[in-house]
């Protein structure tokens, strides 16, 4: 389950520091999220980042990319692999 970030984003510059995988960088309007790099912190924490520090809960789950942990944690390999 890759998180998406809602049109509900004030920009405020919070959750982009916070993910580990390098996810979220500024879209045009609104900051986006990878879902290629998303693994909602899997392998770094036990709870996504970006979700615990965003001040309007604009981050969500992404229903177009549905994921298990272990396909989270599958990918996170790849990702510590590949650095």
Do not use: F, W
Not at 26 to 33: D, R, S, W
Not at 35 to 49: A, M
């Amino acid at each position: 389950m890759a998180l998406i970030i809602t049109d509900e984003c004030i920009n405020c510059d919070v959750c982009e520091p916070e993910c580990p995988n390098g996810a979220i960088s500024q879209g045009e309007e609104i900051y986006k999220i990878d879902p290629n790099l998303c693994t909602e912190c899997v392998g770094h924490y036990n709870e996504p980042q970006c979700v615990e520090v965003c001040p309007v809960d604009c981050i969500i789950i992404n229903p177009n990319r549905i994921e298990t942990k272990e396909q989270l944690q599958a990918k996170y390999q790849l990702l510590v692999s590949a650095k």
